[in-house]
């Protein structure tokens, strides 16, 4: 429900997107997305209002930070005028610690209404800029709220991997991946990440109970996957996997040869699938391509939250 971030602001979620890391009220979700790893953005509501928009890019260590500030503010401005809105900009409230950054937030007032805290960020390591507001409703503990959410912000890799987060499906990934594709439906929601010819697939799966209690977890997963696995004939081993049931499907690549077409290295299959009960969903990672590594696919399996 709008304006529960102040009644239960415990329960919050990390939302993280090419890298871009935050906790935000658990009733938040994403809206919409953009852009890359380079240059990008996301939207975030909570089904009924806008609440949250961030975006980043890399500037070089040559412009000054209060030179983009400038441009920040400049930006807000043309953006209020476009929509008729009359919004003055309280420098550095809230007061939030950035420990290896440069960064600065802003109170936005609507007249004598409140209307939103930004902030901007420099982080001194990898040069990522990213500039964030976020809008609060009557009776929120707004201001807590906003230090919380824009201290939370992480902004690069950590160890070499990268994290992803949206809608309970939390992972992370080498970051040589990029994003490749998305589903996200009621139900089930999946990201691809690719380097080449190497793909790095997560699912996560609603109503996990429901939906083995005939057929087992095996059972469910090649009635799901069906055309998927035509490709492969994997080998199948049950094993327990972060204390869940588990199955895991192996097909190493080899090669094929097709009329016309010289040999070639046929794509090998990597994946474990496993039923989180605390959270009655499944959830399914995937490592395909023609060079598959056992220590790769174990650091990105072992990287989700489940619950």
Avoid at 12 to 39: E, Y
Wanted: charged share 35%.
């Amino acid at each position: 429900m709008p304006g529960d971030c102040a009644k239960k602001s415990r329960k919050w979620n990390t939302i993280a997107w090419q890298g871009v890391g935050l906790k935000v009220p658990r009733d938040w979700s994403m809206r919409r997305f953009d852009g890359d790893a380079r240059k990008g953005s996301f939207a975030l509501d909570d089904g009924e209002l806008l609440r949250l928009q961030v975006a980043w890019e890399y500037v070089g260590k040559r412009v000054r930070f209060e030179r983009l500030v400038e441009r920040f503010l400049a930006k807000l401005k043309r953006r209020n005028r476009r929509e008729k809105k009359e919004i003055e900009c309280r420098r550095k409230v809230p007061d939030v610690k950035m420990p290896g950054r440069e960064g600065e937030c802003f109170e936005l007032i609507g007249g004598s209404a409140h209307a939103g805290y930004a902030m901007l960020s420099r982080c001194k390591r990898c040069d990522r800029v990213v500039a964030l507001q976020a809008t609060f409703l009557p009776g929120e503990d707004r201001e807590h709220a906003a230090s919380e959410l824009f201290g939370s912000l992480t902004d690069h890799s950590t160890s070499g991997m990268v994290r992803w987060a949206v809608f309970g499906l939390d992972f992370s990934v080498p970051e040589r991946f990029a994003f490749g594709f998305s589903e996200l439906r009621a139900g089930k929601i999946s990201l691809g990440m690719v380097h080449r010819d190497l793909e790095l697939i997560a699912v996560r799966v609603s109503l996990a109970e429901l939906l083995t209690r005939d057929k087992g977890l095996d059972g469910w997963f090649r009635e799901a996957f069906r055309k998927e696995l035509k490709r492969y004939r994997p080998e199948v081993k049950s094993l327990s996997f972060k204390s869940h049931p588990a199955v895991e499907y192996r097909d190493g690549p080899g090669l094929v040869k097709q009329p016309r077409v010289r040999w070639r290295r046929r794509q090998g299959l990597l994946c474990r699938v496993w039923h989180c009960e605390a959270s009655d969903k499944l959830y399914v990672a995937e490592f395909k391509g023609p060079l598959l590594s056992r220590e790769e696919f174990e650091k990105f399996a072992r990287s989700f939250r489940c619950h």
